[in-house]
């Protein structure tokens, strides 16, 4: 069993920055790939950004390429996203989800993780 667990989120303002972390457990844990999806009210819950479990590559979505990046460091069993240049379309409950490969080339689909955090409140004001 791999129990996730997300901090990092607030209020900022617009072009500011935050760093979201989300901490693992688990012996195997750093042989998972790792996502950071979103979710607003009403909404799915959006694909942000994935890394594969060695860390040599990583993927996002399009909204947020050049101004999010993944990283992990399997050493501390945390995957973080640090989020430039937010917009208050960045506003949402941020979660982090673990797959049980090393990669998967379905990494944008929510139904392809195994484990999920419980989300931590990103919101971006104008």
């Known amino acids: 069993q791999v129990q996730l667990v997300e901090s990092g989120g607030g209020l900022v303002q617009a072009g500011d920055s935050l760093r979201l972390s989300c901490a693992t457990s688990?012996?195997?844990?750093?042989?998972?790939?790792m996502g950071w999806f979103r979710q607003t009210p009403g909404k799915e819950r959006e694909f942000v950004a994935y890394?594969?479990?060695?860390?040599?590559?990583?993927y996002y979505a399009d909204s947020v390429k050049g101004r999010f990046t993944i990283s992990r460091d399997n050493a501390e069993n945390t995957v973080y996203l640090q989020m430039n240049s937010l917009k208050p379309e960045d506003t949402a409950v941020y979660y982090c989800?673990?797959?049980?490969?090393?990669?998967?080339?379905?990494?944008?689909?929510?139904?392809?993780?195994?484990?999920w955090g419980q989300g931590t409140q990103v919101t971006v004001s104008s």
């Open positions: 688990g012996r195997t844990s750093s042989a998972y790939a």
């Open positions: 890394i594969t479990s060695s860390g040599r590559s990583t």
């Open positions: 989800a673990a797959d049980r490969t090393p990669y998967s080339s379905r990494y944008s689909y929510s139904g392809e993780y195994d484990y």
